[in-house]
């Protein structure tokens, strides 16, 4: 069989732990014999990491910018307890965190649907997007225990001179004070990405604050997205048949769990943070929630929702087999594969994805699956295999 060729490549970036066996079990069996695969390839292992002084992550990000496509392993977020395991010169950011800030990027995540596993709400058919703001807000607030009675306010210091100057409370007795923040411009690049997004989904998107108590704060993120809307996306839109609605967050809370499902919910970086994990679970597993970053200027890092499986990497360092559900990181394979064969004109490559796609959803929908997901199935005794025996058949299907 001919390999479908690839004109520019996708920046591959590597991982850690159980993800990392994964990774490369999905090139060997189901990329690389279908693919000439062309791959702008670095190491975020955390070892490399912390040899390159954390360099390799700040490379990597460049070249998504560059390249324009990225998919990414699993990667370990450093603490104390690594810092040691690992001998680190020092605690390294996440590198999600640091790839995010280079492509100022909004996150997307979606579950995978299949036939047998039912959402724990029965109204839900088609997949919820939750796209995060992963900016500001309570995560650079800066708060502190109030220890008396005294005199709060509020003060900003322009540099031309301007004065702004509010009480917010005058305590009586000890509380608590937090001041939190966001710019327009992190607002306005998390509005064209969802925008952009939900054409390129061809699904109406949502977007939920609460305006009515919060006029200014949240009031000003409904603004900046109601005029964008206006200026860049209500025809094409139109065009595609879908909507833009805001709505208050309780408001929505209640619609979404009416819904069938099948659009976009855009929310401010805490309700993102809450309701993405309410979401996913409802939905089923982690192991199933796939995960894109899109920056303003369109380039695109697919990954896993889930992190690197620690628990599973250290049984298979002892010899045992494990049954590690691979399905998210294939699926940042192939939407990686396909955003390259769409951007590139290559049909074929987008077609493959597709087809790997295919082979998985069917494997799982007749019952082989790996061990997480075996007590979810309805109607069907299913057949947890390990991880290496899933993507086997995965290959024979594919085949
Ligand atoms: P995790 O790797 O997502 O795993 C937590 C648990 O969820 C696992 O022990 C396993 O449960 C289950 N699970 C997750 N993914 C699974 C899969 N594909 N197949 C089967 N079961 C799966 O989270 P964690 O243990 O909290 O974090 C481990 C490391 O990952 C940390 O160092 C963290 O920094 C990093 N992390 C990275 C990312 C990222 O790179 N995007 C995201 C999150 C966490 P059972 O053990 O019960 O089977
Ligand atoms: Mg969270």
Redesign the pocket.
Known sequence: MDKIKMTAPIVEMD?????RI?WQQIKDELILPFVDLKTAYYDLGLPERNRTDDAVTTEAGEAIKKYGVGV????????DQ?LEEYKLKKIWK???GTIRAILDGTVFRAPILLDRIKPVVKTWRKPITIARHAYGDIYRGTEYRVPGKGKAELIFNGEDGTIFREIIYDFEGPGVLQGTFNKDSSIRSFAHACFRYALEAEQDLWFSAKDTISKKYDGTFKSIFAEIFEQAYRAAFEKAGISYFYTLIDDAVARVIRSEGGFIWACKNYDGDVMSDMVSTAFG???MMT?VLVSPDGKFEY??????????YYRYLKGEE????????IFAWTGALAKRGELDGNRELVEYSKKLEAAVLQILDEGIC???LAGLYEGLTPRPVS?TAFIHEIRNRLH
Do not use: F, Q, Y
Request: glycine share 4%; with cysteine.
């Open positions: 991982g850690d732990e159980m993800t994964i990414k392993c699993a990667t370990i977020t450093p603490n690594r996440s590198p999600n597993s982690l192991a995960s990954e896993a929702a889930h992190g690197t499986v620690t628990r599973h494990t049954s590690t559900n691979p399905v998210a990181t790996t061990k997480d991880t």
